[in-house]
């Protein structure tokens, strides 16, 4: 009897720990982890969970020394920060126009906080966002908004509560925690799952790794001085302090001197085991990695300096940037644009306005097609001087607000009617 109580105890043990290492493991698969939780130190990308151990060198700090990281970043970042972001008011006809005394667009033209401008505020946004998600602090006085302050996405844990609504649990550097509701918390988020956005620092965590792991390896290589590792050889016995003193002469060979010159004898050989960087083609890997840590950002691979092949996004320079507008730099515009309308006005001003960044001067062409391009504005009437002027950067001139087409063109039906007047030019 005392066996059996013994047994069914042992078993119900067993079950409470199966179900306990259950629960962790769920807990642990549900982490997230999109950037630095601490912004000085990096947190281990942990999400997509991986069990590769290359994978898991990719911290935030060491995945932003690998140059191609780095450069995704700051092209996307600094790009769509370098752009205004206008606001327009509609009218009763749906005709739009741009207004600057609006609180919002003052607070985004000039400084969204105290402590950054316009374009410093956008380019913490966008290294945030380009995690997956960002979150903005939402600062009121006398019920208007008058302070945007982005938080650290690693440091906010964004959760549905027992109404379906949605909370930020916030962790603050000093250790002080915090709940938010979406009225205080500006929330922007990548494509996924609809709660969270999707980071491609963390869905690129192995080819990051790859990466980073090239480039310690031809780090060791140039620091040993490119030498060659291997083993000595030989068809006689040795002993062990002879072995031992071979050792320490061909330690010169490996990692002394690049003067030092060895001498071996009595039959000695040096056979190297070791790859040699044409071996594992390093130049073809660190080339590969490249391209596939651009192709997780979107980023055409020659917008981050590298020349070394040709590319699918167009031959000139124009082409590549519009390539890059309509499939990289477009969806964070729209999701900006539309987030911005939503979230920092009230419900019945989401009618009224519009944002909209001014991407001509990304799109901005070179100085003759300008002209052409000009000119068949004003002909055909979709432009008057002045606007053209305007866009230009030039001054107005007297008579310049007038719509002009060519004298030569009349409405079809006039033409039927034979009421055409002739061209006298």
């Known amino acids: 009897m005392t066996a059996k109580i013994a047994k069914s105890r042992l078993f119900e043990c067993l079950e409470k720990d199966k179900i306990n290492r259950a629960v962790d493991d769920a807990k642990e698969s549900n982490t997230r982890s999109t950037g630095p939780a601490n912004p000085g130190r990096g947190t281990l990308i942990d999400f997509p969970r991986s069990k590769s151990r290359i994978a898991s060198t990719a911290t935030w700090d060491r995945a932003m020394t690998l140059s191609v990281v780095f450069a995704c970043h700051k092209v996307l970042a600094e790009t769509v920060a370098s752009l205004p972001l206008e606001m327009f008011m509609f009218d ?6 741009q207004i600057f005394d609006h609180k919002l667009a003052s607070l985004w033209r000039n400084k969204p ?20 998600n960002v979150y903005v602090r939402k600062h009121y006085y006398h019920k208007e908004l008058n302070q945007l302050v982005v938080i650290n996405n690693a440091s906010v844990d964004p959760k549905l509560n027992n ?22 918390i500006w929330h922007v988020k990548l494509f996924g799952t609809g709660l969270v956005g999707m980071s491609p620092l963390a869905y690129a965590a192995r080819s990051i790794g790859i990466g980073l792991a090239t480039d310690d390896k031809v780090g060791r290589i140039m620091e040993n001085g490119a030498k060659p590792s291997g083993a ?10 002879q072995r031992q003193s071979l050792r320490e002469e061909m330690e010169e060979l490996v990692s002394g001197d690049d003067w030092f010159l060895p001498v071996l004898e009595g039959g000695l050989k040096f056979e190297r085991f070791s790859l040699t960087p044409e071996d594992i083609e390093l130049l073809e890997t660190r080339k590969f990695t490249v391209e596939e840590i651009c192709r997780f950002y979107g980023v055409p691979s020659v917008l981050v300096n590298d020349t070394s092949g040709s590319t699918a996004w167009g031959s000139g320079i124009e082409q590549i940037v519009e390539a890059f507008y309509r499939f990289g730099l477009r969806p964070y515009f729209e ?40 000119k068949s504005r004003i002909e055909s009437g979709q432009a008057t001087i002045n606007e053209v002027r305007k866009e230009e950067g030039f001054s107005p001139v007297e008579g310049g607000d007038n719509l002009m087409i060519a004298a030569n063109l009349i409405t079809l039906d006039r033409a039927v009617a034979g009421g055409g007047q002739k061209n006298e030019s």
């Not at 009763?92 to 126009?97: A, E």
């Not at 609504?165 to 603050?172: P, R």
């Open 92 to 97: 009763q006809d749906r005709n739009r126009k």
């Open 113 to 132: 906080n105290d402590e950054q401008t316009n374009v410093e505020f956008k380019e913490t946004f966008m290294l945030n966002l380009i995690s997956g």
């Open 163 to 184: 109404k379906g609504k949605k909370e930020y649990h916030i962790t603050y550097s000093d250790g002080k925690k915090e709940i938010l509701t979406n009225n205080e």
């Open 232 to 241: 000595l050889s030989t068809d006689k016995s040795l002993k062990k302090e």
């Open 335 to 374: 999701r900006i644009e539309e987030s911005v309308r939503l979230n920092l006005l009230d419900r019945v001003d989401w009618d009224k306005y519009e944002f909209e960044f001014k991407i001509k001067d990304l799109l901005r062409a070179s100085i003759t097609a300008r002209i052409s391009n000009n």
